[in-house]
């Protein structure tokens, strides 16, 4: 089983970049799929992004398409998300989750995803 911690600064102000990291550990990730989630107060958990380990194809949601960008070290077993753009609707705790038999297409369901992170807190001030 992989096991996934995040990481990243917590805090930003509108406009400004910021960049969260997830370190993986146990099983390579050879295969399957890693992606970020997130979950704002109140709300359901949302999928941003995912990265398909085989080919290196990505998936984006529209909220976060042409601002976030997901890619992957394969050396340092860490995959990124590099936000951009940052609007206060972007609050929200971030999960990172992998899973080796996954493959990102279309849309992307949380509950195919068998390792998690344990989330980092996001706040985007206006």
């Known amino acids: 089983q992989v096991q996934l911690v995040e990481s990243g600064r917590g805090s930003a102000q509108a406009g400004d970049s910021l960049r969260l990291s997830c370190a993986t550990s146990g099983s390579t990730l050879d295969y399957g799929a890693a992606a970020w989630f997130r979950q704002a107060p109140g709300k359901e958990r949302e999928a941003i992004s995912c990265?398909?380990?085989?080919?290196?194809?990505?998936t984006y949601a529209d909220s976060v398409k042409g601002r976030f960008t997901i890619s992957r070290d394969n050396a340092k077993k860490t995959v990124y998300l590099q936000m951009a753009s940052l609007h206060p609707e972007d609050t929200a705790t971030y999960y990172c989750?992998?899973?080796?038999?996954?493959?990102?297409?279309?849309?992307?369901?949380?509950?195919?995803?068998?390792?998690w992170g344990q989330g980092t807190q996001v706040t985007v001030s206006s």
């Open positions: 990265i398909n380990e085989s080919d290196g194809t990505t």
């Open positions: 989750a992998a899973d080796p038999m996954l493959y990102c297409e279309g849309s992307v369901n949380s509950a195919d995803f068998r390792s």
